[in-house]
């Protein structure tokens, strides 16, 4: 075990040719980050999991309560064997001809099938009153670090400091996890891959000891990430002025902070006037690459939310605008399907539930777009 430690720990991939980790050592004068600090991640982001549970049931919720959030979720599908085991063991997109089979089959009509199935998909998501919860969680999380990171911008390296990139990196291991009981969204796979870079970037830098930019980007990063969280709470409370306002300064503090003078400030610093003062080394250049690869990221969220306010802005013309559904919200959660899906429309006998000959009514599937899916 020793051996790997070593190897894993080479001083010259981490560190520049002239340094080693001897020169790195705390003393009275000068404090350093500790590679043997990121150990203490793990059982943090246990901690702050069972926070996050606590929070959500003991002070999210009755928020949500006091909001008038009821934890009711979309209209139930009526009990059908036959159908519920199409939708579990076949398909969730029956196509015209399954669906023709199981008309004859139970002597349903067509549209009362086709409404089970988005009946039952909706079943599988989440109550607004878990979406609120999990959104203030969030919001909480991040202005809360956010305000306790932005106190060292200016302050010379401190433990504080290296408390605060702890805590940011049991945060996202927190999430690395969670993320798998969390509503699921459209962009998992990006989340995920952000997730996983931001883990080996925080580590990085505070390896390297390049924490002075880590915090900066942590912070541009936390600054946006709270208006988003406090925009989907406005939105779910149906509090329509403040959520467009909310989604507007989210918009502007995502887009100045992400793609504006400040990334690529810190991006010259870290590319080219650090190449200029210690040099390249192997560590260096998996630094930079991964701050490249979240600025890709960046770019690719940007472009989301400049699709999502034009959206907006065109539907607006026609009367109210909401950001965070008229595109079904790239990033935020889908919200439940239209008023037909509850309406009965005529048809035949669609209380009625037979089987035919026997059979295990697995005959169709299903037409595109009659289940939406969460993000």
């Known amino acids: 075990m020793a051996g790997i430690l070593a190897w ?23 404090t350093f980050p500790q590679a043997e600090d990121l ?83 909706n079943q599988e998501k989440p109550s607004t009153l878990r979406k609120f919860c999990e959104s203030m969680w969030r919001f909480s999380f991040s202005l809360y670090v956010f305000t306790y990171g932005v106190r060292f911008l200016k302050k010379p390296l401190t433990t504080d400091l290296h408390y605060y990139y702890i805590l940011e990196l049991s945060f996202y291991w927190s999430l690395m996890f969670s993320q798998f009981t969390d509503i699921k969204r459209k962009d998992f796979g990006i989340m995920f891959l952000h997730h996983l870079v931001a883990i080996f970037l ?20 936390d600054s946006a990430d709270a208006l988003l969280e406090a925009a989907k709470m406005a939105n779910y409370a149906k509090f329509q002025k403040i ?72 539907k607006g013309k026609a009367g109210k605008w909401n950001p965070l559904h008229v595109s079904k919200d790239d990033r935020s959660d889908i919200e439940s399907s239209s008023d037909e899906e509850d309406s009965e429309p005529p ?21 595109p777009g009659s289940c939406s899916v969460d993000d």
């Open 243 to 314: 959520c467009d306002l909310l989604f507007v300064m989210f918009a502007m503090v995502f887009i100045t902070t992400r793609l504006g003078i400040f990334p690529l400030w810190v991006l010259n610093t870290t590319l080219f006037e650090s190449w200029e003062i210690v040099g390249p080394y192997p560590s260096w250049w998996v630094f930079n690459l991964l701050l490249l690869l979240i600025q890709g990221l960046n770019c690719f969220w940007s472009y989301l939310i400049v699709k999502i306010a034009c959206k907006a802005i065109s």
């Open 39 to 121: 150990y203490l991640a793990f059982p943090l982001a246990f901690c702050i999991f069972m926070v996050r549970l606590i929070f959500e049931r003991f002070v999210a919720k009755p928020c949500a309560i006091a909001l008038n959030i009821q934890a009711n979720g979309p209209q139930i599908a009526q009990p059908n064997a036959i159908l519920e085991k199409v939708f579990t063991a076949i398909t969730k997109h029956p196509d015209e001809k399954r669906l023709e089979g199981l008309s004859k089959q139970l002597d349903w009509d067509v549209r009362s099938i086709q409404r089970w199935f988005r009946q039952r998909c």
């Open 347 to 367: 048809g035949k006998n669609p209380h009625t539930s037979t089987t035919t000959n026997g059979t295990s009514g697995t005959n169709g599937y299903l037409l």
């Open 202 to 221: 925080i580590s990085f830098s505070y390896v390297n000891n390049m924490a002075r930019v880590g915090t900066l980007v942590l912070c541009l990063h």
């Open 8 to 30: 894993f720990w080479n001083e010259r991939f981490w560190l520049p040719h002239n340094v080693t980790w001897a020169d790195l050592k705390n003393t009275e004068e000068a």
